[in-house]
């Protein structure tokens, strides 16, 4: 069984920086595509960033240039850098990959809190 592990949520003012990090644990498995989701009260969940495992990018238009998503696949880590926060950044943020063990599964983290106040 697979487990995302989010960690790096908090508290900042508009304009600071956050870095969530989010670990995978298990073993005999492979990691495809890892992502970040948000979703903010009252609204669907929205594809954040995504890395694929050859390090190609994808980016929401509301965070292209703020925000950096990276991955170690050595570590099976996916880290997302939010620099430049606004306050419609807050949201609780989510973990989320493709695992390939026996087959295809995809796996969500428990999520952690980001709030950027103005």
């Known amino acids: 069984q697979v487990q995302l592990v989010e960690s790096g949520g908090g508290l900042v003012q508009a304009g600071g920086s956050l870095r969530l990090s989010c670990a995978a644990s298990?073993?005999?498995?492979?990691?495809?595509?890892m992502r970040w989701y948000r979703q903010a009260p009252g609204n669907k969940r929205e594809l954040v960033a995504q890395?694929?495992?050859?390090?190609?990018?994808n980016y929401a238009d509301s965070v292209k240039g703020r925000f950096t998503i990276s991955r170690d696949n050595a570590k099976i880590t996916v880290v997302l850098q939010m620099n430049s926060l606004k306050p419609e950044d807050t949201a609780v943020y989510y973990c989320n990959a493709d695992v390939l063990d026996i087959r295809l599964t995809n796996y969500w983290g428990q999520g952690t809190q980001v709030s950027v106040s103005s």
């Open positions: 890395i694929a495992r050859d390090g190609r990018t």
């Open positions: 298990g073993s005999g498995f492979s990691i495809n595509t």
